[in-house]
């Protein structure tokens, strides 16, 4: 079965960091590009940031500019999210997702991964 | 940026009804446009994408439609498990980002 799995989440103190990363299996990782979304507790889905299959584009919604990077290893079937300077509003569950692909939608999605920015 | 707007953001209904969840565009799209369901605690599953595709395992009882700005999902007959989260997604633009609708929270009356 194609699946991501997330690591990485936990409890962080405002202005630290945190790495997520996300194991893909039994799919061509490096023939899609990746995204990372992520939902606040009661809130809605916001896309947070996505990758080119190579690694060559990058992109990112306004508020992680500068403090998130994405990144890939198809080596290694991999998918991270260095976040740095975290802040309250960056508590959420972190998705990461195949895609976009077909009509730029996300197929396969992992189940999550919580942080929590609290002192 | 391309804002969107979905709703309504709850809706009751019961076992059999027939139900419909809007979203609207503030731009064209064209068929850009992907439907989502999300069950408490799990992560969202792909329902629909261009608009009117099903996805593969998803039954057929779902069906999506629209066209410019204005998109619609609606379930047929729903059955126990349809209560959950519904989210819209566009992603037309050009760098590929992507925006969700704010989500429909289907109950049971």
């Known amino acids: 079965e194609v699946q991501l799995v997330e690591s990485g989440g936990g409890l962080v103190q405002p202005g630290g960091s945190l790495r997520l990363s996300c194991a893909a299996s039994?799919?061509?990782?490096?023939?899609?590009?990746m995204t990372w979304v992520r939902q606040a507790p009661g809130k809605g889905l916001e896309w947070v940031a996505n990758?080119?299959?190579?690694?060559?584009?990058?992109y990112y919604v306004d508020s992680a500019k500068g403090r998130f990077t994405i990144s890939r290893d198809n080596a290694k079937n991999s998918l991270y999210l260095q976040m740095n300077s975290l802040g309250a509003e960056d508590t959420a569950v972190y998705y990461c997702?195949?895609?976009?692909?077909?009509?730029?939608?996300?197929?396969?999605w992992g189940q999550g991964t919580m942080v929590t920015v609290s002192s | 940026d391309i804002q969107m707007t979905q709703s309504p953001s709850s809706l009751s209904a019961s076992v059999g009804d027939r139900v419909t969840i809007t979203c609207r565009t503030s731009?064209?799209?064209?068929?850009?446009l992907n439907w989502y369901q999300q069950k408490p605690g799990k992560a969202p599953n792909l329902l629909i994408y261009?608009?009117?595709s099903l996805q593969s395992g998803v039954p057929s009882r779902f069906s999506g439609n629209g066209s410019g700005t204005d998109f619609t999902l609606t379930i047929s007959s729903l059955q126990p498990e349809d209560f959950a989260t519904y989210y819209c997604?566009?992603?037309?633009?050009?760098?590929?980002?992507?925006?969700f609708g704010q989500g429909t929270k289907l109950e049971i009356k």
């Open positions: 997702a195949r895609g976009p692909s077909k009509s730029n939608a996300f197929d396969i």
């Open positions: 039994r799919f061509t990782f490096s023939g899609y590009w």
């Open positions: 990758i080119k299959q190579d690694g060559s584009e990058k």
């Open positions: 731009q064209s799209i064209s068929s850009y």
């Open positions: 261009g608009v009117s």
């Open positions: 997604q566009q992603s037309y633009s050009s760098p590929p980002e992507a925006t």
